[in-house]
């Protein structure tokens, strides 16, 4: 895979009760040029969701047909269905520019990585187990079993920060928030993105051309 693209591509993962959802849709909404994956899935679209939307709503049939062709980037079979990330459609909107996130577990963290070497992965915990349990045990309906099969979950997703390139704390949302927005500012910055960017500009100057 080439990473002469001006866009960025991104993975953002973390353990269940990390607050990952929450912060991806406020940095979509802060920061500009930035776009979510709206991934292929062969599951029953649920109701008020939007076909190209939510999800891009396949059939079983179709969907293996893709990866017969090599259409994704990651793809994953959580229980009877499929979940995957079209490849085409992140090449195309990272060559227009634009950054792209992907909400993703380790597991297709490293999948993309492994596709696409110019991702920049994201790795997202809580303060403390503490914080943990009481954002699992959410509205108290759920027994200890239940919430104890979900915190040995979110140890075991917990191991694989070190896999990542950047580490956020979530303890305060702003701050966590502030983190990733840097983050993100500053892979903008790079040079090889620069050079792309403005590389009219940079050739005049170097060859004191107007």
């Not at 909404?29 to 292929?40: M, Y």
């Not at 892979?187 to 090889?192: H, P, S």
């Amino acid at each position: 895979m080439s990473n002469q693209n001006l866009g960025t591509l991104y993975t953002v993962s973390a353990p269940s009760g990390a607050g990952k959802t929450s912060l991806v849709k406020a940095l979509i909404e802060k920061e500009q040029g930035l776009q979510v994956s709206v991934s292929h899935t062969t599951r029953a679209i649920r109701p008020g969701e939007k076909d190209g939307v939510n999800y891009h709503f396949v059939e079983h049939s179709s969907f293996e047909s893709m990866i017969e062709a090599g259409d994704f980037l990651e793809y994953a079979q959580v229980f009877s269905n499929y979940y995957g990330t079209s490849l085409r459609w992140v090449d195309e909107t990272l060559a227009t520019g634009k950054d792209v996130v992907l909400e993703i577990d380790w597991q297709g963290a490293a999948q993309v990585r492994a596709k696409h070497p110019g991702t920049v992965s994201i790795f997202i915990l809580p303060p403390s187990i503490n914080a943990l349990r009481e954002r699992l045990t959410g509205r108290g309906q759920d027994d200890k079993e239940t919430i104890d099969k979900r915190m040995a979950e979110a140890f075991s997703e917990s191991s694989h920060y070190g896999e990542a390139h950047f580490l956020v704390i979530n303890d305060d949302f702003e701050l966590a928030l502030e983190e990733l927005i840097t983050i993100v500012r500053s892979q903008r910055l790079k040079l090889e993105k620069q050079q792309l960017r403005h590389h009219d500009l940079l050739e005049q100057l170097c060859k004191g051309e107007s």
